[in-house]
C-alpha cells in the first residue's frame, strides 16, 4: 500500500522560533518522489520541493531544510527562525513510478505562526 | 506565463443543478491533472488526462462527475447533477509529464457550494 502520513494536524509557533513538520511515508516502490506543498490562506497550492528516492542529501533553500531518511521513510521538513508569512498548510506527497503515476497526498499540517 | 487558470473562482448553485468547471493549463504542459480537496477527504485526485487523453478516471466519485480535455489549453470538470455532498474545493493542476521529475503546477481553485 502506498500511505502519506502528517501526524501533526496543527502546529502553533512564535515568530522566530524553528519548527519541524513530520511527514511518513510507505510504498514497496524502489523508485519514488517525495514532494513538498505549501497552501496558503490565499488557497492556491505552491511547489516546494521534490526528492527522488536515490538521493537522501538533505537540501537547505533559505530558512527551509528538508531531511530525508529512507531507513525510516521520512522525509521532514524544518523552518528555521519561522515568520508570520509561513502559516500555510503543508502538504507532503508520494509518487511512484508503479500503478498509474499520480501523487499521493498526506492530509496536511497547519502551522499557525504567531507574531 | 499566467499559470494554470481556473474558472469560476467561486460557485454557489442549488442541488440538482449542473456546474461546469473550467481550467487552462500552462501551454506546453502535457499532462492535466483534477484533485478535489475536503476537510474530510484532503486531496483526492479525481482524473488525469495526458497529451488530452484521459488515462486515469479511478477517483472520479460516480456517473455525475465527467472530464472532458478537448484541446492542450483547455479541460472541463462537469457534475450533473449537484448534491451538496459535492461542495469542495476543485483544483486543476498540469506539468511537463508525469510529474516524477517536475512538481505540478496548481490553478487557484473553485470553490464550489451545492446548496
Known amino acids: 500500500a502506498q500511505k502519506v502520513t502528517q501526524a501533526q494536524t496543527e502546529i502553533s509557533v512564535v515568530e522566530k522560533e524553528d519548527v519541524t513538520l513530520d511527514c511518513v511515508y510507505e510504498?514497496?516502490?524502489?523508485?519514488?518522489?517525495l514532494f513538498w506543498y505549501k497552501q496558503p490562506p490565499s488557497g492556491e497550492l505552491v511547489f516546494l520541493i521534490r526528492?527522488?528516492?536515490?538521493?537522501?542529501q538533505n537540501e537547505i533553500s533559505g530558512r527551509y531544510s528538508w531531511n530525508f531518511q529512507k531507513s525510516t521513510s521520512s522525509f521532514n521538513f524544518t523552518i528555521t527562525a519561522s515568520q508570520v508569512v509561513d502559516s500555510a498548510v503543508y502538504f507532503c506527497?508520494?509518487?511512484?513510478?508503479?500503478?498509474?503515476?499520480?501523487?499521493?497526498f498526506g492530509t496536511g499540517t497547519r502551522l499557525k505562526v504567531l507574531a | 506565463d499566467a499559470g494554470v487558470i481556473q474558472s469560476p473562482r467561486h460557485e454557489v448553485t442549488e442541488m440538482g443543478q449542473e456546474v461546469t468547471l473550467r481550467c487552462k493549463p500552462i501551454?506546453?504542459?502535457?499532462?492535466l491533472f483534477w484533485y478535489r480537496q475536503t476537510m474530510m477527504r484532503g486531496l483526492e485526485l479525481l482524473i488525469y488526462?495526458?497529451?488530452?487523453?484521459?488515462?486515469?478516471d479511478s477517483g472520479m466519485p460516480e456517473d455525475r462527475f465527467s472530464a472532458k480535455m478537448p484541446n492542450a489549453s483547455f479541460s472541463t470538470l462537469k457534475i450533473q447533477p449537484s448534491e451538496p455532498r459535492d461542495s469542495a474545493v476543485y483544483f486543476c493542476?498540469?506539468?511537463?509529464?508525469?510529474?516524477?521529475?517536475?512538481?505540478?503546477?496548481f490553478g487557484s481553485g473553485t470553490r464550489l457550494t451545492v446548496v
Open positions: 493542476a498540469s506539468s511537463l509529464g508525469t510529474a516524477s521529475n517536475y512538481g505540478y503546477t
Open positions: 510504498t514497496r516502490d524502489t523508485t519514488y518522489y
Open positions: 526528492r527522488n528516492s536515490f538521493d537522501e
Open positions: 506527497a508520494l509518487f511512484t513510478t508503479s500503478g498509474t503515476y499520480k501523487y499521493i
Open positions: 501551454s506546453g504542459h502535457n499532462s
Open positions: 488526462f495526458n497529451n488530452n487523453v484521459p488515462i486515469d
